[in-house]
């Protein structure tokens, strides 16, 4: 089997990163939401949007994780 390029390491690097950035974002929408939730006064219209970008950035980590785990033949 042959090692993997420079190329193909730095570019897993910095998927890897990328992940790590969306996963914290996904945690902290979700701790807005929450927040905002457990207000009486809560602007729904913004938990929604929140809402909706807590679903796309979720989308944004699975499309990596999908990147960077290898396809498997069995």
Same mark, same amino acid.
């Given at each position: 089997m042959?090692? @993997?390029s420079?190329? +193909? &390491? +730095? %570019? +897993? #690097?910095?998927?890897r990163? =990328?992940? =790590?950035v969306?996963?914290? =974002?996904?945690? /902290?929408? /979700? !701790? %807005?939401?929450t !927040?905002?939730e #457990?207000k !009486?006064s809560a602007?729904? $219209?913004?938990?929604q949007? $929140?809402?909706?970008?807590?679903?796309?950035?979720? /989308?944004?980590? &699975?499309?990596? =994780?999908?990147?960077?785990? @290898? /396809?498997i033949? !069995?």
């Open positions: 042959t090692q @993997p420079d190329f +193909e &390491m +730095e %570019a +897993e #690097d910095v998927l990163v =990328e992940l =790590e969306f996963r914290q =974002e996904h945690r /902290d929408l /979700d !701790a %807005a939401i !927040a905002l #457990d !009486a602007n729904q $219209l913004t938990i949007r $929140l809402k909706k970008k807590k679903l796309i950035t979720k /989308d944004k980590i &699975m499309r990596i =994780e999908n990147l960077l785990t @290898p /396809d033949i !069995a």
